[in-house]
């Protein structure tokens, strides 16, 4: 049984959930179970679902992040992934390999915040005999799946909870970390790739782009994976033509939004820029592939 804290009063509540996957099976009754507990808002703050080591956060992510009825009292702020750095480099090449478990490239894609824990072990490892991986390593690794990820290092998970709570990854009008896509990215420009693992890939192009014509290329990518692109995750800025707002884009999977957010400032150098976590096939080196209505 559980205390509502030390000495507290015994915790009577209980919502259950039938067994089964959260992200597929029972994903309909944790969003019932999640309105059960905005009825009880005034002792809520934030909500930690964790998930299993196994867990797709796609199909999860998808209806948190866009549910009509939850949108108002429940918004979905991040995803955060704990990473093992003892094992994460041998895990992910191994799997790279043979191509299983494609969920720890996942969790890793789709995540607002990685954790990369058990950091104390890998400088223990450098009095042994085979070379440790360096932190600068591993964040490359991470890097090179998720550049937008934020990533934050930790010893038995003790980490600050400003670091993960109130992101607002999701939150389009927040632009503050779209923003940061103005600056330059740490991720690969576009080119031809000859294996298909999970990579993130920035696009930057000047001119403006025709709303409508976004919605219709997005859509091709997104729901019929054109130019070879399977996308988890994108977020990007666009130059709207005729508008003098800098628009954002936000999609997982399939869910996409464009929003206009603010006013482009005098003299901003404007531009488009789109930053894609997923797997990519064929691309080629041009750009100017990805921007067909300039
Ligand atoms: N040295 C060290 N040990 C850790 C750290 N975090 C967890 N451990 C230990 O590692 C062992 C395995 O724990 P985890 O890797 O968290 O695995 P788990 O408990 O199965 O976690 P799940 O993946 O959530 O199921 C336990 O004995 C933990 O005490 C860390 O940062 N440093």
């Known amino acids: 049984m559980i205390n509502d804290g030390e000495g507290g009063d015994l915790v009577e509540e209980w919502v259950e959930l039938a067994n089964g996957c959260v992200c597929c099976t029972v994903k309909h009754s944790l969003v019932q179970a ?9 002792r809520l703050d934030h909500i930690l679902l964790e998930t299993t080591g196994l867990a797709n ?6 209806v ?26 041998l895990q992910l090449g191994e799997h790279r390999e043979s191509g299983s478990f494609p969920e720890a490239f996942l969790q890793i894609a789709f995540a607002d915040v990685v954790i990369l824990n058990k950091i104390d ?28 990820a934020q990533i934050i ?3 038995r998970c003790q980490v600050d909870l400003n670091c993960i709570l109130n992101c607002m990854a999701y939150d389009t009008m927040h632009v503050a970390h779209l923003e940061s896509l103005l600056k330059e990215s740490h991720s690969e420009t576009a080119k031809k790739y000859h294996d298909y693992n999970v990579r993130t890939i920035c696009i930057s192009e000047r001119g403006s782009v025709i709303l409508s014509q976004v919605h219709l290329w997005l859509e091709d990518l997104l729901w019929e994976s054109k130019h070879g692109m399977d996308i ?20 997982v999977r399939e869910l996409y939004e464009v929003v206009p957010t603010r006013k482009w400032g005098d003299g901003e150098k404007k531009i488009n820029k789109m930053v894609f976590i997923g ?16």
């Not at 800025?237 to 508008?243: D, E, G, R």
């Not at 797997?279 to 300039?294: E, I, V």
Request: some cysteine; overall charge negative.
């Open 232 to 251: 988890y995750r994108c977020k990007g800025i666009l130059h709207v033509h005729s508008s003098d707002q800098l628009h954002t884009v936000q999609a």
């Open 57 to 62: 956060p796609a199909p999860l992510a998808s």
């Open 64 to 89: 948190l992040w866009l549910d009509d009825q939850l949108e108002s009292s429940v918004r979905l702020d991040s995803i955060i992934t704990v990473a093992d750095a003892k094992n994460l480099r």
């Open 34 to 42: 999640l309105e059960q507990l905005i009825q009880r808002k005034d």
């Open 279 to 294: 797997k990519f096939k064929d691309l080629l080196h041009s750009s100017s592939h990805f921007f067909p209505w300039n």
């Open 121 to 148: 072990l890998l400088s223990l490892d450098k009095a042994g005999p085979t070379m440790p991986d360096s932190v600068e390593i591993l964040e490359e690794e991470i890097r090179s799946i998720n550049s937008l």
């Open 153 to 155: 290092h930790s010893v």
